[in-house]
């Protein structure tokens, strides 16, 4: 199977890893020779609840049983989609109250865009640096890594990048600004959490200018920090905020919300501001509202500080230099790229699953679902830590 997967299926990278998948449950994913892996990075911080959390994987099959896809997004009225956005909006602050579906994190931030340009009737967009917002062109063009994009410009005009954290940047937001873009946490760039009132700043920056805050959520939501929104830490509420990945409990998924106001205007002049087919799908749907009625439910967001400090407390090395990122969204910044190349390919060997950050090279990613017990973190640490002592000897 893996010489066809080489030879058909498209690659992103000369060097994907490869594993060879037979199946998945709780923290675990097994390969074909039934290796068990414990599972630290949730699919790249997408499977919130583990694999085939019981009341995702249920209410898949009823949705099943019910119906797929019957009309494109917006105009039939579905049980899943609508039970879903309502609940979101009694989980959001106001005046964050109306959801648009979407397939995917990109096509919702490409759709926050649009209604940033649309409401303002400006163009501008700001943008941080190290910034990622996903691949199709309009995120792309709002990604702040010049290196993976230079090849595809040109891309959006009118973007510009400010320094994430850094005050004297809010200046460059004024009344020519339609939307600034940021991630409540950088992700891409190392998990770089906001100091210092910064996403505040911005947003008051933002309310003095008349441009929209639209905050990507796509990666620290949904419980992942601790709380169902990265920026619910920070004391902000965005005009717009994204989200996707762990939103699905393992499906394909994304959406922005903002206040009525302002998600009317994509209905109108011009209408269909935005449309899709496959947004809003039952099934995706039905498994975004399990997933979060279970995150919402259960005391998973609680314990999500207690693991935090419990992965802090048991990777100590001098080969860590710091442990960055917030809740069950964490990185070991190690000495150098080398070596986490080897924590990661070695601890692989070993039978955890860890994964790079896309922008910095000495990181190394523990993003596992919310759902893993404290055993398996241990279990996980002491194989981490293991894999260090060989690097050093
Ligand atoms: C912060 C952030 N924004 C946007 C995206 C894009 O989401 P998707 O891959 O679902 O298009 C990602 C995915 O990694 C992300 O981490």
């Known amino acids: 199977m893996k010489k066809d997967f080489f030879t058909y299926q498209a690659q992103t990278t000369p060097h994907p890893l490869a594993m060879e ?52 997004y917006g105009e039939f009225v579905q049980k899943s989609a609508v039970e879903l956005t309502k609940l979101l909006a009694a989980q959001l602050p106001d005046p964050l109250e109306k959801t648009y579906l979407t397939n995917s994190g990109t096509e919702a931030i490409e759709g926050a865009l649009k209604l940033a340009k649309r409401y303002t009737g400006r163009s501008e967009l700001i943008a941080a640096n190290h910034a990622y917002h996903g691949n199709t062109q309009g995120a792309m063009s709002v990604m702040g890594f010049e290196e993976r994009k230079q090849a595809f410009r040109p891309l959006l005009p009118d973007v510009h990048f400010i320094e994430f954290n850094k005050e004297a940047d809010i ?3 004024t009344t020519k600004t339609a939307g600034v873009i940021l991630e409540t946490i950088q992700g891409g760039a190392g998990f770089i959490v906001p100091t210092n009132n910064y996403l505040k700043k911005v947003k008051q920056r933002c309310e003095a200018v008349g441009a929209l805050l639209i905050l990507d959520e796509i990666q620290p939501g949904f419980g992942r920090t601790g709380k169902l929104f990265g920026f619910q830490h920070y004391d902000v509420v965005p ?17 922005f919300t903002s206040s009525a106001t302002l998600m009317d205007a994509l209905q109108d002049q011009p209408k269909l501001g935005h449309i899709t087919t496959f947004g809003g799908h039952p099934v995706i749907a039905a498994a975004s509202l399990a997933t979060l009625k279970e995150i919402v439910d259960s005391n998973l967001m609680t314990q999500t500080i207690a693991k935090e400090a419990l992965f802090r407390e048991l990777l100590q090395h001098e080969y860590i230099e710091e442990i960055r990122g917030k809740g069950l969204m964490l990185s070991l910044i190690v000495k150098n790229a080398d070596i986490a190349n080897q924590i990661i390919l070695g601890c692989l060997e070993e039978g955890l699953i860890l994964f790079w950050l896309l922008f910095e090279p000495k990181a190394v990613r523990i993003t596992p679902p919310l759902t893993i017990s404290n055993e398996e973190i241990k279990q996980g640490c002491a194989i981490i830590m293991k894999v260090l002592r060989k690097i050093k000897d």
């Not at 290796?35 to 790249?44: H, N």
């Not at 099943?64 to 494109?72: A, G, K, N, S, T």
Request: a negative charge; aromatic letters at 6%.
């Open 21 to 72: 998948i037979s199946h998945a449950e709780g923290s675990h994913i097994y390969d074909t020779n039934n290796k068990e892996y414990l599972d630290f990075v949730a699919g790249v911080s997408a499977c919130s609840l583990g694999h085939r959390h019981p009341r995702v994987v249920n209410a898949i099959k009823d949705q099943l049983d019910q119906y797929l896809h019957v009309m494109v």
């Open 171 to 173: 200046e460059k937001i």
């Open 239 to 255: 005009d717009i905020v994204v989200m996707g990945k762990g939103m699905g409990g393992g499906m394909p998924v994304g959406a």
